[in-house]
């Protein structure tokens, strides 16, 4: 700052001296005055200078001699001069005078000495130039000031903060990157001695310090704020208590006006923090305070302080300060949703510099892992992904575990995140082991999960899990080798639901490929209606396979048009997907497509976003004929023992097996890449294997690939015939299926190949050595469905001679381990021969139907009654008891799915009877929970296929009776799959329409009601809990049905099952009670729907047609207006409260009935009550929600154990034999009733299903000659007490053997279990013997 010139005042009242004094300058020094020029002045101080340099304190002759010159230096002509150079030489000098002179200083004056430090603090802005010629006197200013800390004199000033403030100032306003570290040091110097030896730091010199930390300010000047930062270290211990003050005032008071840095409180906390933590001893409580308050914006922002206090590197805040730490993670609770994401981005950062601290965050991670917001969500997903990538040690298997479950987020931003995240860390740590071996294994099942996710219904989630595998599974750009040795092990460490969901992936990939194929083969012809009609239904698929299919078909139509418009798009189009289209063929074909559908000025396009998912999807980018030839290659050094199998950790073993796996699923989808002499020659080698399930492997590729060997290498052809006639003859039976298959689709003379097979087979049966039967019976039945011009006849003698009276009509051996275990299934290695040639002998029987495809010679007819037989007779065609119960529920299976395959064929479904497929529909209720379960997975494999009519779908209400939790989702399931590809397939096929009785899902209800009907179990139409079983089959069914109300669909169930009161029931047209329990069920059924839907009561949109061959036409004058429930009934059906659960546990839980829930008998004063403990149907739940004790798990049903009969304080000889038994009046025959039915069981009963069996025996004696039996049913009926009596055609015998119920009812006080369904008489051996108890306890 300039000043005018002043007239220099003679010194007066600045003590020492006179204003007389006469003023000594040193020699050589002449007067200066305001009459020299400002050289002449700058010349005689300097020499001034030099001579107060040379002082020291110890002078005092010459302290006393110049104190009037030190005087006259502190005039106003000097403090004001305007010359600059005069000014600094007089700072020097002043500053010398206060070193000389101290520690008192020859200045009295208060306000001259205000004056003084001003002036030398306004000269100290000149260290700012560092280049300047008198940079050396600025910086000996500054030496010297700090050395003999001058500025401390001002304490005794009043307004010395004014000083010091301007002081702090001017030096952060100067420093700079010029300055060297001895500047710095003196300036730091300067500002502590003042802070340190201070009353206190004023809140405006604190401010002129943190200033200096404020972003702003830090950005502008780094010196400043390091000067800043270094100075607070210094002075810690002092200004503490300042800062604790200047943040309780705004924080705690709120006094923002304390301080014109109040804004900018949290980003000073921050810094002072990084400076040094014990600067904010007394201000963390503080924070804790904010944390709390009810200011959504004021709690964000001390989130987003904390976050970087506790995240920063070196901070050990969470562990010094743990009620801090513990307040901060309640944040992650908040009701605020930016403080949640706040804290959920936090964690990102502790989880990389605090791995100790996972723990703390590990639960609340959890927790925001199910946010209810999206955004959070997915910032979890990414907090931990970003550690995970940084280093996997830093998240432990729980972290990823909650990335892993939102794969399956309802998001598909989350589900996004999670599934690329994954996908990342897999190829980090598992392709490239870049954190070796262990943390390989850790992240080991991401593979697995991520193939899992094809199984989602989503597109999305589908089109990603392909690119993850191109692009992280197994990178497209790598080269050939490297590729497919990552594909090989890759497939060998899958899980068996990855492979499958992999093989899908090659599926759906192939599947689109060729209808890429077809649109342009459609593009080829010449244009029609007919054409376009075509081509749309072409292009609607396509779209189908593309995210968001509603504007994909738009951009595919879009590209169609572009096809037919440019030939050259086309033939690249064809060449991509053409057989023999390599990798980096693909690749090109891929970048010319794209390239000529560019738009340089739209840089967003999104048609050319769908078509690149398009030409992704169908690129053949991994597989070529290189890369199967390297895929071979790979299995020949596994076969060799050469491989890095162990290494890459699976056993040889594994890597062979799953290697022809692999290529056996690339032979369906890129056949032609196998076409050469070495891959052949290898496949050959792995024929010759010890290893079945590798011959068989190899065979298969034989058979999808092999179309050209006949033609092209007839080496192979003559070295390959002996090995699949050798295969055929004497491999494994599916070896032998293989082999049959090989050879009639490779070879031109395919009946003789085949008749060198048949000949000698068909003349070496014998069914004295079953083990040497299944392989025979196997290639006999492929045979003869390949070829049935030529080997059906002949067959029909094998058929007749041996495989229905020497096979299937006798029993061989004796009673198998099957039978002493008492298990209702035994694995495959357990089944004794003799059953598995039966079971191959009924899969022939099918076969050579299936071949034929006509029934001229009623050979259908008889094996369908022969079938049913067996159903009837429990698999026990011969009734001989020489056959154990785990084999009988092989051959019930067996034929359960022999009449269901034969329905497949239409010319078969004809003749099937409704007695037949209701025998078959009882299968899915077998006891047995294998049995159930694999009838079921073949009943929805062929119904999906839309192989099977759609009566059979209503096979599927009956597990609404299943006692398994999992089998009814899994039957749910099946349902909703069915319903949406048959609704989907009408839509997408405009002719369907002239079909709807056999695809409309809604058509499936008659049916439905029918078989209901005709339930074994349903024998009372007015008992309740036989109603309550029907209602709960019902709405199972209905449930999934009424979801949507599609074209009106609930009121036309309606009236679907209104007409069908109007007829009668076709199977037996003249029987009252048949036609009443039709009538009851229709009643029910109607009660459902009219309970479940209010719009069942419009008009239905078209009257439906029912099936002739299960109800007449309806007669004319004939009208059913009858209510067949009774109110009361309806009311319970619909609102009755929950029937009470046994009291065993549910694991071992006895089953009542083939495949139903648990019953308990009363046998107190009550013998005849019954109590059902299937749940009442919940409107929001409907069969999902029953009791926990009626839920039996999937797990604990492996085996089906049958436990002994105990009986409890039974008293022999009392039971007397029931006479006057009370029969429903259309059961009763005569002579059907057993006379001893009342006689007690021995204890030593083998099992529930034979607790009968000597009252059997015994029936004969007492009832005279029995009458000829009916044809039995397959599953008998509850007991008396249950509300129903034996049929007549389950009466004729003692035990009237129908198929059994799974197991005993659940035991309870004083009750006797229903050990066999089919024992009325048990309820009088309750009466007779009250405190007889029974417990049988099978587990299915």
């Known amino acids: 700052m300039d000043f005018p010139p002043v007239q220099p005042k003679p010194p007066s009242g600045l003590g020492l001296g006179s204003s007389d004094a006469k003023i000594a300058y040193p020699p050589g020094v002449k007067e200066i005055t305001d009459k020299i020029t400002n050289d002449e002045v700058v010349k005689r101080l300097k020499m001034v200078v030099k001579t107060f340099m040379d002082m020291d304190q110890d002078s005092e002759d010459e302290k006393q001699q110049y104190l009037p010159l030190a005087l006259h230096l502190a005039s106003e002509f000097f403090l004001r001069n305007p010359n600059k150079d005069v000014r600094l030489l007089v700072a020097c000098c002043l500053a010398d005078i206060f070193r000389i002179y101290a520690p008192e200083a020859p200045y009295t004056s208060h306000d001259k000495l205000k004056d003084i430090f001003l002036f030398i603090t306004r000269q100290l802005k000149g260290l700012e130039d560092t280049k300047s010629p008198q940079f050396n006197r600025y910086f000996y200013l500054l030496e010297n000031l700090a050395w003999v800390k001058s500025y401390n004199i001002c304490f005794e000033l009043e307004d010395c903060n004014e000083i010091f403030i301007q002081l702090f100032r001017t030096l952060f306003s100067v420093i700079n990157n010029s300055h060297n570290k001895k500047v710095q040091m003196h300036m730091l110097d300067l500002m502590s001695s003042i802070i340190m030896e201070g009353d206190g730091v004023t809140?405006?010199?604190?401010?002129?310090?943190?200033?200096?930390?404020?972003?702003?300010?830090?950005?502008?000047?780094?010196?400043?704020?390091?000067?800043?930062?270094?100075?607070?270290?210094?002075?810690?211990?002092?200004?503490?208590?300042?800062?604790?003050?200047f943040f309780n005032q705004v924080l705690v008071l709120g006094r923002s006006s304390v301080s014109d840095l109040s804004e900018h409180v949290f980003d000073l906390i921050q810094e002072l923090f990084a400076i040094d933590p014990h600067l904010l001893l007394s201000v963390m409580p503080q924070l804790e305070f904010k944390l709390k308050s009810n200011d959504g914006e004021e709690r964000l922002a001390v989130v987003r302080l904390l976050a970087k206090l506790f995240g920063s590197k070196d901070s050990d805040l969470a562990t010094q300060n743990r009620p801090l730490w513990q307040c901060f993670l309640g944040r992650f609770n908040d009701i605020h949703v930016p403080v949640r994401l706040e804290s959920v981005k936090f964690a990102s950062h502790c989880l990389m510099n605090h791995p100790d601290l996972?723990?703390?965050?590990?639960?609340?991670?959890?927790?925001?892992?199910?946010?209810?917001?999206?955004?959070?969500?997915?910032?979890?997903?990414?907090?931990?992904?970003?550690?995970?990538?940084?280093?996997?040690?830093?998240?432990?298997?729980?972290?990823?575990?909650?990335?892993?479950?939102?794969?399956?987020?309802?998001?598909?931003?989350?589900?996004?995140?999670?599934?690329?995240?994954?996908?990342?860390?897999?190829?980090?740590?598992?392709?490239?082991?870049?954190?070796?071996?262990?943390?390989?294994?850790?992240?080991?099942?991401?593979?697995?999960?991520?193939?899992?996710?094809?199984?989602?219904?989503?597109?999305?989630?589908?089109?990603?899990?392909?690119?993850?595998?191109?692009?992280?599974?197994?990178?497209?750009?790598?080269?050939?080798?490297?590729?497919?040795?990552?594909?090989?092990?890759?497939y060998a460490s899958l899980d068996p639901n990855a492979v499958k969901a992999l093989n899908e992936m090659w599926k759906c990939q192939n599947l689109l490929r060729s209808h890429v194929r077809e649109l342009l083969?459609?593009?080829?012809?010449?244009?029609?209606?007919?054409?376009?009609?075509?081509?749309?239904?072409?292009?609607?698929?396509?779209?189908k396979n593309l995210p968001d299919p509603g504007k994909a078909q738009d951009f595919v139509k879009k590209f169609n048009q572009v096809l037919g418009d440019d030939e050259k798009l086309r033939s690249q189009l064809e060449l991509l997907i053409s057989p023999t289209c390599s990798c980096k063929q693909a690749d090109v074909c891929v970048r010319e497509i794209a390239r000529k559908l560019a738009n340089p000025k739209q840089p967003t396009n999104p048609f050319l976003e769908m078509v690149k998912f398009l030409l992704e999807r169908i690129a053949p980018v991994h597989i070529d004929s290189e890369a199967i030839s390297a895929l071979v290659k790979l299995m020949n050094k596994s076969i060799e023992g050469t491989a890095d199998d162990e290494e890459e950790g699976v056993s040889p073993d594994t890597a062979i097996r799953a290697g022809l796996e692999l290529l056996k699923v690339l032979s369906f989808t890129h056949p032609t890449s196998f076409h050469s002499a070495e891959t052949y020659e290898s496949l050959l080698q792995c024929l010759r294997m010890e290893d079945d399930k590798v011959a068989e492997a190899a065979i298969q590729i034989f058979r999808n690939t092999g179309h050209k060997i006949e033609t092209d290498l007839p080496q192979i052809r003559s070295t390959l015939i002996p090995i699949l006639h050798q295969k055929a003859k004497r491999g494994t039976p599916h070896q032998a299926k293989q082999a049959v298959h090989c050879i009639h689709a490779i070879f031109t003379n395919k009946e003789v190949q085949l008749a060198q097979i048949f000949e000698p087979l068909s003349r070496s049966l014998n069914a004295d050595v079953p083990e040497q039967l299944i392989t025979p019976l196997v290639s006999l039945g492929h045979i003869s469905m390949l070829a049935p011009d030529q080997f059906a006849s002949p067959m029909k003698s094998v058929v007749a001679n041996f495989i229905v009276k020497d096979l299937l009509m006798n029993d061989r051996y004796l009673q198998s381990t099957g039978e002493k275990n008492g298990k209702l299934w035994s694995p495959d290695e357990e089944v004794s021969p003799e059953v598995l040639a039966k079971v191959q002998a009924i899969k022939l029987l099918v076969r050579w139907l299936l071949g034929m495809k006509n029934n001229q010679s009623k050979s259908a007819n008889s094996t369908l009654r022969l079938l049913s037989a067996m159903l009837v007779s429990e698999g026990d065609l011969t009734e001989q008891k020489r056959i154990s119960k785990s084999d009988m529920s092989r051959l019930r299976l067996a034929a359960g799915s022999a009449i269901m395959k034969l329905a497949q064929e239409p010319c078969y479904h004809e003749i099937i009877t409704p007695e037949q497929f209701q025998l078959c529909a009882l299968v899915i209720n077998d006891e047995c929970y294998q049995v159930r379960q694999i009838f079921a997975q073949k009943l929805h494999k062929a119904l999906v296929k839309l192989l099977l009519p759609l009566e059979y779908m209503a096979i599927f209400a009956l597990c609404a009776k299943d006692p398994v939790k999992e089998r009814r989702a899994h039957a749910r399931q099946c349902l909703l799959k069915n319903i949406s590809i048959r609704r989907e397939y009408i839509k997408q096929n405009p002719m369907a329409t002239e079909k709807l009785l056999s695809l409309l899902p809604e058509y499936v209800v008659p049916y439905m009601i029918h078989l209901l009907a005709h339930d074994p179990d349903f024998t009372k139409p007015q008992d309740v809990d036989q109603l309550r079983d029907i209602k709960e089959c019902l709405w199972f069914m209905l449930e999934v049905l009424m979801t949507k109300n599609e074209n009106?669909?609930?009121?036309?169930?309606?009236?679907?099952?209104?007409?069908?009161?109007?007829?009668?029931?076709?199977?037996?047209?003249?029987?009252?009670?048949?036609?009443?329990?039709?009538y009851t069920v229709c009643d029910v059924a109607l009660c459902v729907i009219n309970s479940k839907s209010a719009l069942c009561n419009a008009d239905?949109?078209?009257?439906?047609?029912?099936?002739?061959?299960?109800?007449?036409?309806?007669?004319?004058?004939?009208?059913?207006?009858?209510?067949?429930?009774?109110?009361?009934?309806?009311?319970?059906?619909?609102?009755?409260?929950?029937?009470?659960?046994?009291?065993?546990?549910?694991?071992?839980?006895?089953?009542?009935?083939?495949?139903?829930?648990?019953?308990?008998?009363?046998?107190?004063?009550?013998?005849?009550?019954?109590?059902?403990?299937?749940?009442?149907?919940?409107?929001?739940?409907?069969?999902?929600?029953?009791?926990?004790?009626?839920?039996?798990?999937?797990?604990?049903?492996?085996?089906?154990?049958?436990?002994?009969?105990?009986?409890?304080?039974?008293?022999?000889?009392?039971?007397?034999?029931?006479?006057?038994?009370?029969?429903?009046?259309?059961?009763?025959?005569?002579?059907?009733?057993?006379?001893?039915?009342?006689?007690?069981?021995?204890?030593?009963?083998?099992?529930?299903?034979?607790?009968?069996?000597?009252?059997?025996?015994?029936?004969?004696?007492?009832?005279?000659?029995?009458?000829?039996?009916?044809?039995?049913?397959?599953?008998?009926?509850?007991?008396?007490?249950?509300?129903?009596?034996?049929?007549?055609?389950?009466?004729?015998?003692?035990?009237?053997?129908?198929?059994?119920?799974?197991?005993?009812?659940q035991e309870s006080p004083g009750g006797l279990e229903a050990g066999s369904a089919k024992a009325p008489k048990l309820q009088d051996l309750a009466k007779k013997a009250a405190p007889a108890e029974r417990q049988i306890d099978l587990q299915r």
């Not at 080829?524 to 779209?543: D, H, R, V, Y």
């Not at 007829?1063 to 329990?1077: F, G, I, L, V």
């Not at 083998?1246 to 009458?1267: C, L």
């Open 203 to 245: 809140q405006e010199l604190l401010d002129s310090i943190l200033i200096n930390l404020i972003p702003a300010h830090k950005n502008l000047n780094k010196q400043a704020f390091d000067l800043a930062k270094v100075l607070l270290k210094r002075t810690v211990q002092i200004i503490e208590a300042s800062i604790a003050n």
């Open 358 to 490: 996972a723990k703390d965050l590990t639960e609340y991670l959890k927790v925001r892992s199910h946010d209810p917001e999206e955004a959070i969500r997915h910032d979890v997903i990414v907090t931990i992904i970003t550690a995970g990538k940084r280093d996997l040690s830093l998240v432990n298997d729980q972290l990823l575990g909650f990335v892993r479950e939102r794969t399956l987020d309802k998001r598909w931003r989350v589900r996004k995140e999670a599934m690329m995240g994954l996908a990342q860390l897999y190829k980090k740590y598992c392709l490239h082991a870049e954190a070796g071996r262990e943390a390989a294994e850790k992240v080991s099942w991401i593979k697995d999960k991520l193939l899992h996710i094809y199984y989602q219904n989503s597109i999305d989630d589908k089109l990603l899990v392909e690119k993850i595998f191109a692009q992280y599974l197994v990178p497209h750009n790598l080269e050939t080798e490297e590729r497919m040795k990552c594909l090989y092990y890759l």
């Open 521 to 543: 083969d459609l593009h080829k012809q010449p244009a029609s209606e007919a054409n376009s009609s075509a081509m749309f239904g072409k292009l609607m698929t396509i779209a």
């Open 1048 to 1078: 009106n669909s609930h009121a036309f169930m309606k009236k679907m099952a209104e007409n069908i009161k109007l007829t009668r029931d076709a199977q037996s047209p003249d029987e009252p009670k048949t036609n009443e329990k039709l």
């Open 1100 to 1305: 239905s949109p078209k009257d439906p047609v029912l099936p002739t061959k299960f109800f007449t036409q309806p007669e004319k004058d004939f009208c059913n207006d009858r209510s067949y429930i009774s109110e009361e009934t309806r009311v319970l059906l619909l609102t009755g409260k929950p029937k009470p659960a046994g009291v065993l546990g549910a694991v071992n839980k006895p089953l009542s009935a083939t495949g139903r829930k648990p019953y308990v008998r009363s046998t107190g004063t009550e013998p005849g009550s019954n109590v059902n403990v299937n749940s009442e149907l919940n409107p929001s739940t409907g069969n999902r929600s029953r009791e926990p004790n009626s839920e039996t798990s999937e797990t604990g049903v492996s085996e089906n154990e049958e436990n002994p009969v105990r009986i409890i304080s039974v008293i022999p000889g009392k039971a007397e034999p029931v006479k006057n038994k009370e029969i429903n009046s259309d059961q009763a025959a005569p002579g059907n009733l057993s006379a001893d039915r009342g006689k007690k069981r021995p204890a030593t009963a083998s099992g529930a299903e034979n607790i009968q069996q000597k009252a059997e025996e015994k029936k004969a004696d007492e009832t005279g000659p029995p009458v000829p039996p009916k044809a039995r049913r397959g599953r008998r009926p509850k007991s008396e007490s249950q509300g129903s009596a034996t049929k007549s055609d389950e009466a004729n015998k003692a035990a009237g053997r129908g198929r059994k119920r799974a197991a005993g009812g």
